[in-house]
T-cell receptor, first 115, second 114 residues
Framework: AQSVTQLDSQVPVFEEAPVELRCNYS??????LFWYVQYPNQGLQLLLK??????LVKGINGFEAEFNKSQTSFHLRKPSVHISDTAEYFC?????????????FGTGTQLKVEL | DSGVTQTPKHLITATGQRVTLRCSPR?????VYWYQQSLDQGLQFLIQ???????AKGNILERFSAQQFPDLHSELNLSSLELGDSALYFC?????????????FGPGTRLLVL
């Protein structure tokens, strides 16, 4: 069975600084990879996903992530954060083939952007 | 706004009771998913439906059941409620439910069991 590890439960960062949120996964088969963001009192919104092809994936709001198969990682980055990026970020995987579209989530990383 | 609606937004009930959570998927989406978000278990997949049929099952308790109706809305029924069932329950939808397809999440129903 697949699993997802987000080692950092909280990441404080100053506005306009770069940020990296780490995600590692474990699976015995191929996976699709996702990053979702959850703003307070809202549902989850897809930031970006990796299915195949280029390992550098660009998403919404200036975020990007790089798939590294050898390190089984899919870290999320943004070169310059804004106050509005304060939210919880979830990395998720689904196995392919045969995993359906079931998502397995990490425990989340709370990004707190400070002035 | 994802286009997925969930009712009610909040629900407070007592142990041993039964509740029904409702979800309307985005227009045109045939597949519906239910997830539970709790402090101790995190975000967990419960069950997936596609066009009225169960497609995949996750860590869903026997006390919980779900169905998807012909108009594609879905209901999650939680019975014999326990304190530990207090959580945020999300519904998501996608067009066909195939692997890798983006899931669009509703705002959730927050359940508090007292």
């Amino acid at each position: 069975a697949q699993s997802v590890t987000q080692l950092d439960s909280q990441v404080p960062v100053f506005e306009e600084a770069p940020v990296e949120l780490r995600c590692n996964y474990s699976s015995s088969v191929s996976v699709y990879l996702f990053w979702y963001v959850q703003y307070p009192n809202q549902g989850l919104q897809l930031l970006l996903k990796y299915l195949s092809g280029s390992t550098l994936v660009k998403g919404i709001n200036g975020f990007e992530a790089e798939f590294n198969k050898s390190q089984t990682s899919f870290h999320l980055r943004k070169p310059s954060v804004h106050i509005s990026d304060t939210a919880e970020y979830f990395c998720a995987v689904s196995e392919t083939p045969g995993g359906g579209n079931k998502l397995t989530f990490g425990t989340g990383t709370q990004l707190k952007v400070e002035l | 706004d994802s286009g997925v609606t969930q009712t009610p937004k909040h629900l407070i009930t007592a142990t041993g009771q039964r509740v029904t959570l409702r979800c309307s998927p985005r227009s045109g989406d045939l597949s519906v998913y239910w997830y539970q978000q709790s402090l101790d278990q995190g975000l967990q997949f419960l069950i997936q439906y596609y066009n009225g049929e169960e497609r995949a099952k996750g860590n869903i308790l026997e006390r919980f059941s779900a169905q998807q109706f012909p108009d594609l809305h879905s209901e999650l029924n939680l019975s014999s409620l326990e304190l530990g069932d207090s959580a945020l329950y999300f519904c998501a939808s996608s067009q066909t439910g195939v692997e890798g397809e983006t899931q669009y999440f509703g705002p959730g129903t927050r359940l508090l069991v007292l």
